[in-house]
């Protein structure tokens, strides 16, 4: 079977070679004259180049002029760069006791005529680690001057391209089929990992990928926390569970929170979902272009301060969704937080939630969707119930 790189592309070439070209433009902007690309999803957005090898010592070196795209990575994962990538010119470092692909990258920056230049280097991603920081950092020594990228890419990548809302449109319609699999799978008797296993089939089955990061199915007492937590445990027939998960296509996230109450609900428990929702609804018709994520924020805060819920609200509110590789369906910066001066801009795709875990009762409530920043009114991607859900 003969596949050609044309066909497994995620965008057309030509919007590939573009975003490339926007890159090598910001880096002559910045003066700088090449970046080391260590993050995954910012290979995926340049390239194309679709892969796990980034757990291992994987890099691309960018130049500021028009010199093609050299890729250092591992055997394993050569057909994959030519098959996935526009990327051409792709090196290879071999596993043994005394390797450093750090020195194969030293060698390519060389022979790219980077010796004494200024070189960015993408530091804020899970393909780059410590140790492999540490074997960059003392095996160029001085011999370039190696600076912060500052977020460059994944800056570039904020604001969606027509064809990438396409993607993240239909990562919503499989969620929101999701969502209702989660909730007829509620009853009590039933382990929380049973919910759990129905969102999977769900995703998988409707051509989702496999989510970056484990999902919250939260039940109980466990439900007040902010991260999913190991051992199953069954529904009883007053309970809470707490869902947020990822719905990813073609590496593309979207997100969703709800809680789903079994039994009579407080009265307290009504009341949060009340304030959550009026607060989500103020959040959300807040993000229009010219609005900055700290006052998205501000009125996150302001819903529950004055609901009497300071105490148990979070000090950020959501975040930057898109491409992202495990371990982590949130592809930030922008936090949505106290003062970022971030400003909302169309094309921009943002998942808000209203999380409000009560230590001191053992109630929690949280709703949350994942949203596009428009000219006008944003369009919501992953849908709600229109009630809060109770299974009685």
């Not at 057309?12 to 690309?37: C, I, N, S, T």
């Not at 055997?75 to 051409?88: N, V």
């Not at 008797?189 to 990928?209: E, F, M």
């Not at 199915?217 to 309970?239: H, M, Q, Y």
Request: hydrophobic share 40%; with cysteine.
């Amino acid at each position: 079977m003969s596949i050609t790189a044309e066909a497994l592309l995620p965008f057309p070439r030509e919007e590939h070679l573009a975003r490339q070209e926007r890159l090598r433009a910001a880096l002559r902007e910045r003066g700088v004259d090449a970046m080391l690309v260590f993050s995954q999803e910012s290979l995926f957005w340049l390239t194309g180049y679709d892969s796990g090898g980034f757990v291992f010592f994987q890099c691309a070196v960018v130049t500021a002029g028009d010199r093609p795209i050299v890729l250092l990575t591992r055997k394993p994962d050569l057909l994959q760069a030519q098959m996935t990538s526009t990327i051409r010119d792709i090196r290879i470092w071999w596993d043994s006791d005394d390797a450093n692909p750090a020195a194969d990258l030293k060698d390519i920056l060389s022979e790219l005529g980077l010796a004494g230049g200024r070189v960015a280097i993408e530091l804020n991603t899970h393909g780059l680690t410590g140790w492999n920081l540490w074997r960059c950092q003392q095996t160029f020594g001085d011999w370039c001057q190696l600076e912060d990228d500052g977020h460059l890419i994944r800056k570039l990548r904020v604001v969606k391209s027509s064809a990438e809302l396409d993607i993240m449109r239909e990562a919503g319609k499989i969620l929101d089929r999701s969502l209702e699999a989660v909730i007829a799978a509620a009853a009590p008797g039933r382990l929380d990992s049973d919910l759990k296993a129905a969102y999977l089939t769900s995703i998988l089955g409707d051509g989702a990928d496999m989510p970056p990061n484990a999902p919250i199915f939260n039940s109980g007492e466990r439900a007040v926390f902010g991260r999913g937590v190991t051992k199953p445990r069954r529904l009883e027939a007053i309970d809470q569970v707490l869902v947020e998960y990822p719905v990813a296509f073609r590496h593309y996230n979207v997100k969703t929170e709800w809680t789903i109450l079994l039994g009579n609900v407080p009265d307290q428990q009504r009341r949060m979902y009340d304030v959550a929702r009026e607060t989500l609804t103020r959040m959300t018709d807040l993000a229009r272009p010219g609005i900055s994520l700290g006052e998205i924020f501000d009125a996150y805060a302001d819903g529950l301060d004055r609901a009497g819920f300071a105490k148990s609200r979070y000090g950020a509110t959501g975040y930057s969704v898109g491409i992202s590789y495990a371990p982590t369906s949130m592809d930030v910066p922008p936090m949505i937080y106290a003062g970022n001066a971030t400003i909302c801009e169309p094309g921009m795709t943002l998942f808000y939630h209203v999380m409000n875990g009560d230590g001191d009762s053992g109630l929690t409530m949280g709703v949350g969707h994942t949203l596009v920043v428009t000219e006008g009114a944003p369009e919501i991607l992953t849908g709600l119930p229109d009630e809060l859900t109770v299974i009685t």
